[in-house]
């Protein structure tokens, strides 16, 4: 039976003439599956509620057309609530705006080269709030600002001593570029404000793996996640990476930081992320965001709350169902069984040719631009019911 091969997305995201070597993107438009212009805004009441639960089944069937990308995500990653009307989302984003503009006015105070375009690639000032004396860093704010970046570090900090945030802030401003992440929401959001919110509301999901202590980096426990996972739904494997030296799973640390932004082709891995987002998607994220600390709070924020099934994402639901948001800590993200969901896939190739960690490698990277987002989905889904399944009989 003849099937519609669907209308290649690529297209839709300019690729510079000197790249020549771009890995097509698998992700194809296809009516009736895609979620639509047409059936995005026929999600929507008169006033302004969405339907989010049947917007999200069509984010499953097949993902959502690139025209209208920024505006669901904003949804996704909890920045409206969709029981919000248009004139309360409209105010919301007019104050955010708002915001914006304030948070950037400061940060430029601070640090002029702030909204140039230009990076630094080591602190500007010392441990004690000093400037730096580093001829690289000074060529290079100097590049920026176009004046004598030592007076202008001089006169900053001559305004008296600078307080313990923002020592803390220009010492680690360097570390700060999060392309991989935050390029897709400039691309995707004409508005660079609505960007900057799309993806503080992403940071929160993320922030865990980017803290770092004296002792540990943040990603170490999602990487230790991963090794739980992989140690029951495929034993065999988790074993032999131990043999290799490779229990701590860093091989996988990219996958985790950045989402398989490097795995896929862009247009690929934009389809993947709203793949998760909609299979993990919960419908009090916009009130955890706007009235929590952090996204770490989420399940002690939910607890006693009477939440729709139905406006919930399929992973979300199956954590509802086994007791996820009762469970003594939260749940993991649907990102680690992605990854375990990729190592199953190759667990033959693993447990034949692996003999060191250079392998184990090399054969990850055989992945990259060859993987399908949806299959990958799947995958995750199955291994979290597995995951799930064993660990209640445990």
Excluded at 41 to 65: E, M, V
Excluded at 175 to 203: K, N, T, V
Excluded at 299 to 324: P, W
Aim: charged share 30%; hydrophobic share 35%.
């Amino acid at each position: 039976m003849w099937r519609d091969p669907g209308t290649p997305a690529d297209s839709y995201y300019q690729v510079r003439p000197e790249c020549t070597d771009v890995p097509q993107s698998k992700f194809r438009i296809k009516a009736g599956k895609t979620l639509s212009v047409r059936k995005w805004n026929a999600a929507f009441s008169s006033d302004g509620h969405l339907d989010i639960g049947k917007t999200l089944d069509r984010i499953h069937r097949g993902g959502i057309h690139p025209s209208i990308r920024g505006a669901v995500w904003e949804f996704l990653l909890g920045c409206y609530d969709p029981k919000s009307t248009f004139d309360e989302r409209d105010e919301i984003r007019q104050r955010r705006r708002t915001k914006y503009t304030m948070l950037k006015e400061e940060c430029q105070r601070m640090f002029p080269v702030i909204g140039t375009g230009s990076f630094i690639t080591a602190p500007i000032i010392t441990e004690n709030g000093e400037p730096t004396r580093d001829p690289i860093v000074l060529e290079q704010i100097s590049l920026a600002t176009g004046s004598d970046p030592s007076k202008r570090l001089k006169q900053q900090n001559g305004r008296g001593p600078p307080d313990k945030k923002k020592i803390e802030w220009k010492l680690t401003l360097h570390q700060i570029g999060m392309s991989d992440l935050c390029s897709p929401m400039i691309m995707l959001l004409e508005d660079e404000a609505d960007a900057f919110w799309c993806f503080e509301r992403l940071m929160r999901r993320l922030r865990g793996n980017f803290r770092c202590t004296e002792s540990s980096v943040g990603v170490e426990t999602q990487l230790g996640n991963l090794a739980s996972v992989t140690q029951v739904v495929d034993p065999k494997l988790h074993q032999h990476l131990e043999t290799l030296g490779g229990g701590d799973y860093l091989f996988a640390f990219r996958m985790l930081m950045v989402l398989f932004r490097r795995e896929f082709s862009f247009g690929d891995a934009l389809y993947l992320w709203e793949m998760m987002w909609a299979l993990e998607y919960d419908p009090d994220l916009f009130s955890i965001y706007e009235h929590c600390e952090s996204a770490a709070e989420k399940s002690e924020g939910s607890k006693g709350k009477t939440k729709s099934v139905r406006q919930c994402g399929k992973f979300e639901r199956e954590n509802l169902r086994n007791g996820g948001k009762n469970a003594a800590s939260a749940p993991l993200p649907i990102s680690v069984f992605l990854v375990a969901s990729v190592l199953k896939d190759r667990s033959t190739k693993l447990l034949t040719e692996a003999r060191g960690l250079d392998d184990v490698v090399k054969i990850l990277n055989d992945v990259n631009g060859n993987l399908d987002a949806k299959k990958a989905c799947t995958g995750a889904m199955k291994l979290h019911k597995k995951y799930l399944k064993k660990a209640k009989n445990t």
